[in-house]
T-cell receptor, first 108, second 113 residues
Framework: GIQVEQSPPDLILQEGANSTLRCNFS?????LQWFHQNPWGQLINLFY???GTKQNGRLSATTVATERYSLLYISSSQTTDSGVYFC??????????FGQGTELSVKP | KAGVTQTPRYLIKTRGQQVTLSCSPI?????VSWYQQTPGQGLQFLFE???????NKGNFPGRFSGRQFSNSRSEMNVSTLELGDSALYLC????????????FGPGTRLTVT
């Protein structure tokens, strides 16, 4: 299957800093999603972004399907942004295949 | 719209027992997928049900099974529990067709002792 590589694996930020999380794929993928897993384990939808750029408040995402990567930008980070960020793609039939995640810690 | 709900939220079982987890999807969603999350293996797909039929299946042993009811609610059953089954079990609902965007419930944390 298509391999998903997320970078960096861990990230520590000071509150107010900006960051970019990356997701690389070994082949072209369709229908990519970004999630934030909070400390209680819930996976929260951030973006469903097969291609192009989307923005939601301080967060934005860009997927360049032809180049096989997606980026998640977090601006003016807050302590509540802490948690694990996952990218995932839908393989044939609609199974979600997840990356290993980026663990973000935002310090006050 | 109410989100995806899962019950129970926490569960402690003993090796050899069986367990049933429940998931209620978002109203109007016909697809329910189940995932297992462990520190070692990450998030892994278990199976997907659509209109009461298993449509997709991951690479898990037959001890893991599920079903879906006519109201789209789904249950997952694990028989003969093993220590390695300790995990966070997440269910997700979606329309079942394009767009395939899935919405996750809060999860059931299962501990097997």
């Amino acid at each position: 299957g298509i391999q998903v590589e997320q970078s960096p694996p861990d990230l520590i930020l000071q509150e107010g800093a900006n960051s970019t999380l990356r997701c690389n794929f070994s082949d072209s993928v369709n229908n990519l999603q970004w999630f934030h897993q909070n400390p209680w384990g819930q996976l929260i939808n951030l973006f469903y972004i097969p291609s192009g750029t989307k923005q939601n408040g301080r967060l934005s995402a860009t997927t360049v399907a032809t180049e096989r990567y997606s980026l998640l930008y977090i601006s003016s980070s807050q302590t509540t942004d802490s948690g694990v960020y996952f990218c995932a793609y839908y393989n044939q039939g609609g199974k979600l295949i997840f990356g290993q995640g980026t663990e973000l810690s935002v310090k006050p | 719209k109410a989100g995806v709900t899962q019950t129970p939220r926490y569960l402690i079982k003993t090796r050899g027992q069986q367990v049933t987890l429940s998931c209620s999807p978002i109203s109007g969603h016909r697809s329910v997928s189940w995932y297992q999350q462990t520190p070692g293996q990450g998030l892994q797909f278990l199976f997907e049900y659509f209109s009461e039929t298993q449509r997709n299946k991951g690479n898990f042993p037959g001890r893991f099974s599920g079903r879906q009811f006519s109201n789209s609610r789904s249950e997952m059953n694990v028989s003969t529990l093993e220590l390695g089954d300790s995990a966070l079990y997440l269910c997700a609902s979606s329309l079942g067709g394009p767009p395939y965007e899935q919405y996750f419930g809060p999860g059931t944390r299962l501990t097997v002792t």
